[in-house]
């Protein structure tokens, strides 16, 4: 089955710097990759998502990019605010019309970052 | 329109009693998704359901843990003869299941701890 790594696990950044989190996945067939923002006792919430067909995405402080080839794609946050501290995960999920593993998100172990005011 | 619902938000049990979790997925959704989320781990995938039809249970138990999505009503989550090992989050997701690939929109959770 799927696996995704993450990395780094904790990440420290001053407000205002950038924070870059990485996932690989093993699976060439996934084809959408979702970014989920957890706060602490809070849901996951959708941030940003990319589907295969796409290298880069954009949307105002956060951008996604893909690397099917070297199955990787990363999270890039600019101008980092304090209320961006949370647990950062990604996702990746293989969609075959009609079959079994429709739908079935493998997560990432997650990346507590923490910006500091 | 509401989001995802679940219920309820905190449910303590004893070793050996059962826990149900329930979610009511959004309006017009009709797939869902349940996970768990250990304490400081990633969430991990145990069942996606249709209305009244389990698509893939891959990721659940095979023992004690059953789920349903009946026609009428929420997605059950249930849990028999709950040990320790069952603390967690339980979080479950719905989507549309079509148009927009795979947008699963996630409920509060459940956070089950058994004494």
């Known amino acids: 089955g799927e696996n995704v790594e993450q990395h780094p696990s904790t990440l420290s950044v001053q407000e205002g710097d950038s924070a870059v989190i990485k996932c690989t996945y093993s699976?060439?067939?996934?084809?959408?990759f979702p970014w989920y923002k957890q706060e602490l006792g809070k849901r996951p919430q959708l941030i940003i998502d990319i589907r295969s067909n796409v290298g880069e995405k954009k949307d105002q402080r956060i951008a996604v990019t893909l690397n099917k080839t070297a199955k990787h794609f990363s999270l890039h946050i600019t101008e980092t605010q304090p209320e961006d501290s949370a647990v950062y995960f990604c996702?990746?999920?293989?969609?075959?019309?009609?079959?079994?593993?429709?739908?079935?998100?493998?997560f990432g172990q997650g990346t507590i970052l923490t910006v500091h005011p | 329109n509401a989001g995802v619902m679940q219920n309820p938000r905190h449910l303590v049990r004893r070793r050996g009693q059962e826990a149900r979790l329930r979610c009511s997925p959004m309006?017009?959704?009709?797939?869902v998704y349940w996970y768990r989320q250990l304490p400081e781990e990633g969430l991990k995938f145990m069942v996606y359901l249709q209305k009244e039809n389990i698509i893939d249970e891959s990721g659940m138990p095979k023992e004690r843990f059953s789920a349903e999505f009946p026609k009428e009503g929420p997605s059950i989550l249930r849990i028999q003869q709950v040990v320790r090992g069952d603390s967690a989050a339980y979080f479950c997701?719905?989507?549309?299941?079509?148009?927009?690939?795979?947008?699963?929109?996630f409920g509060p959770g459940t956070r089950l701890t058994v004494l």
């Open positions: 699976d060439s067939a996934s084809n959408y």
């Open positions: 997701a719905s989507s549309l299941g079509q148009g927009r690939m795979n947008e699963q929109f």
């Open positions: 996702a990746a999920s293989i969609r075959r019309a009609g079959g079994t593993s429709y739908g079935k998100l493998t």
């Open positions: 309006k017009g959704h009709s797939h």
